[in-house]
């Protein structure tokens, strides 16, 4: 079976992934030992959002027969977002285990949620410029 390079490319991607999920599984354990019994969602599951939406998606488009591009700057503003909420989550947890709160925390899952729609309309106008390149022959109208 032949891999080529982009597909190579993103299962990089999602091995960064992987490997920054299992360090925040460490960092959530260690975290919490010292935390003298006192948890945080947040922290607990602040390896998922690396995880499911970093790993896992990246490796599904590798998987792809035919992946369409190396990544983009939609690619880049998407995991922008990933790193946005995990730091949140991070911090939202740091907060409760040490017992007390910050409203600046709520600032993390708007910042994360803009940049995910930036990088979505990014991605849908790629999509667009696609769609019309091949429309027209391979070249753009004058």
Known sequence: MFISDINKKFLRISFVYFCISLFLILFGA???YFSHGVYSYFMIYAFCIPLVFGAFLYFIKALKANPSKLPSASDILYSASIATFTV???????????????RNTVAYP?????ILI????????N???KNK???NG?????
């Not at 708007?110 to 803009?114: P, R, Y």
């Not at 930036?118 to 106008?125: E, H, Q």
């Open 138 to 142: 391979g070249y753009y109208e004058k």
């Open 118 to 125: 930036i990088s979505a309309i990014l991605a849908l106008i």
């Open 133 to 135: 390149e091949l429309n």
């Open 127 to 129: 999509k667009f410029n």
């Open 110 to 114: 708007i910042i994360g949620s803009a």
């Open 30 to 32: 260690v975290y919490e």
């Open 88 to 102: 949140g989550s991070i911090l939202k947890g740091v907060l409760d285990i040490y017992g007390t709160t910050n």
